[in-house]
């Protein structure tokens, strides 16, 4: 039962469906996808988890990109999850999907060799993201690593004014610590040894940064 509240997708559920068109269309999607798989290294056989997957397009790239990995993508809202179990199908591929309570993650302590997230941390107030990021490096193996792509403060005035697109769509409080560039600290605060932004994408909302970590 999902007691949590949470901001979905598109910010209104009714906006769901189109959530895979908008963002085709509005953001270098599959760039960014990429280039957070790519920086993930996924190994053969590797434990794979996509915290916040959505719709499951990065669960999707992340398996046909490594068919034999073993993932599961897990989100709060049960109404994505419908068309990620749909997209999936449509793909026959072999993914667990799980939808949560926004509490405690369902896993046991060290049962992912990868983290991987997409555009999920803007939409949890800063509280929420720490206490995330404590269960996501609950769930990592030592040696394991989280990567995550998600809006950081850019150094362009520009790309920090269109972000704003999004701070107002999706709400000031939980994009605040992405404005304000955060994440680096609140990862590092979790536990994880913190490696840097691998990659910078400038786009139509903002610069979206590729932030990874170890679990050492
Ligand atoms: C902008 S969508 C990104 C979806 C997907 N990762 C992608 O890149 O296409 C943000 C996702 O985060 C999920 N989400 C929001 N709050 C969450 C929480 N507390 N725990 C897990 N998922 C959450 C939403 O349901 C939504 O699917």
Known sequence: MTNAKYVSALRFTWLTPLYDFFVG???PEKKIKQALINTSFLT??????DFGCGTATLTIMAKEHRPSINITGIDIDKTILKNATDKIGLKKLDIRLIAYDGEKLPFLDASFDRIISCLVFHHLESPVKQKILAELYRVTKAGGQLIIADFGRSG???QRMLFNLIRGLDGF??????????MPFMISSAGFNYSGIKQRFKTVFGEVQLFKAIKL
């Open 25 to 27: 269309i509005t953001m």
């Open 173 to 182: 409080k939980p994009t605040e610590a992405n404005a304000k560039g955060l």
């Open 156 to 158: 362009s005035w520009f």
């Open 44 to 49: 053969d056989y590797a434990t794979v988890l």
